[in-house]
């Protein structure tokens, strides 16, 4: 959703920053509006907080990506033994990408959503390459269902 925002501000010619409203919306479908309104409060005396940087690097959000990241690298960590060290890698190399971050610059934000894209089509490639066919493999894709549906 994130990508998407950016492409329609690019498209509507709205790079000046200027598309508050649309970035609200987003942060309201995402169910985070309260919470982004307290985040930027708190941040008020910096000048407050991005949405893009609310919706994709805080960790006050805790369905931003970069919480989501953490979580699953924390899981994977857990898993470590029925999961390949190159699925471990790719989950923890976009961790370590996206934890050095605090803040995205509007052309950044087109980078880091590929960025992201590219690591978890990279761990789903990994994931059909390098795990045995046994029933967890299953469990996993039957997530990865659920969280697409």
Known sequence: MVDVEYHAEIEAGA????????WN????A???HALYAEA????????????????VLSIEN??????VV?????????????ISREIWSEINGLYLVLSRRNHLEHPEIFD????????????????????LL???????????YIERA
Do not use: H, M, Q
């Open 70 to 82: 953490s979580e699953a690298r924390n899981l994977a960590r857990g898993l470590r033994e029925f």
């Open 30 to 32: 995402t169910g985070a």
């Open 112 to 131: 880091i959503c590929t960025t992201i894209k590219r690591s978890i089509e990279t761990v789903f490639g990994l994931y059909d390459n390098t795990v």
């Open 134 to 144: 046994e029933e967890g493999r299953e469990w996993f894709r039957c997530g990865a």
């Open 40 to 55: 930027n409060e708190r941040a008020a005396s910096t000048g407050g907080i991005a949405p893009g940087d609310f919706l």
């Open 62 to 67: 805790p369905n931003s990506i970069r919480s």
């Open 25 to 28: 919306a987003l942060i309201t």
């Open 15 to 22: 790079s000046s920053g200027d598309t508050g409203d649309t």
